[in-house]
T-cell receptor
Framework: DAMVIQNPRYQVTQFGKPVTLSCSQT?????MYWYQQKSSQAPKLLFH???????NEADTPDNFQSRRPNTSFCFLDIRSPGLGDAAMYLC?????????????FGPGTRLLVL | AQSVTQLGSHVSVSEGALVLLRCNYS??????LFWYVQYPNQGLQLLLK??????LVKGINGFEAEFKKSETSFHLTKPSAHMSDAAEYFC?????????????FGGGTRVLVKP
């Protein structure tokens, strides 16, 4: 089945130690998104790629970066994780255009910062 | 900026009872609207979406939602709750003027189903 895969499902890192989360997709969608979801909150969009064009949200901290080496893979890099970065990180994909396309989500990676 | 409001952060229903989750959007131009469900420690799964076709939209797992332009609402219903419906539900909007398919989510409603 076509899907969005995130690895690992759980990631533990230390305060200030760089960490990378990965996402892959077999849907061949040209748009990929990264969301941060803190406990009992709605997902918050960090950035998205439209093909190789990177689009950062205005309030995304500089500590968060992303790479998309090809259509299938996208990475979220947190350069110096703080305690406040502990959250679920969700990857999603969609086609674009046309507008109104469904976003397909991966299972998420839960990040714990010690 | 366009926003989405979900009334009630928690809803408790008895098994077999009606599930009603409320969603209102702010826009003079109807956007595209979505309902997603999230089970614990999982990603979001699409239940249904409105993209300016039929105003009554049927989704998976017996859910449906009705788009009412006059009320700027897109409430989600299910006639008979099942234990497996216990989850968090998010209403989301894709504003017509937003780039691409970016979504703005409501705050979410957690549903508890009592036996």
């Amino acid at each position: 089945d076509a899907m969005v895969i995130q690895n690992p499902r759980y990631q533990v890192t230390q305060f200030g130690k760089p960490v990378t989360l990965s996402c892959s997709q077999t849907l061949n969608h040209n748009v990929m998104y990264w969301y941060q979801q803190k406990s009992s909150q709605a997902p918050k969009l960090l950035f998205h790629y439209y093909d190789k064009d990177f689009n950062n949200e205005a309030d995304t901290p500089d500590n968060f970066q992303s790479r998309r080496p090809n259509t299938s893979f996208c990475f979220l890099d947190i350069r110096s994780p703080g305690l406040g970065d502990a959250a679920m990180y969700l990857c999603a994909t969609s086609r674009d255009p046309p507008r109104g396309e469904t976003q397909y989500f991966g299972p998420g990676t839960r990040l714990l910062v010690l | 900026a366009q926003s989405v409001t979900q009334l009630g952060s928690h809803v408790s229903v008895s098994e077999g009872a009606l599930v009603l989750l409320r969603c209102n959007y702010s826009s003079s131009v109807p956007p595209y609207l979505f309902w997603y469900v999230q089970y614990p420690n999982q990603g979001l799964q699409l239940l249904l979406k409105y993209t300016s076709a039929a105003t009554l939209v049927k989704g998976i797992n017996g859910f449906e939602a009705e788009f009412k332009k006059s009320e700027t609402s897109f409430h989600l219903t299910k006639p008979s709750a099942h234990m497996s419906d216990a989850a968090e539900y998010f209403c989301a909007v894709n504003p017509l003027k937003a780039a691409g398919n970016k979504l703005t989510f409501g705050g979410g409603t957690r549903v508890l189903v009592k036996p």
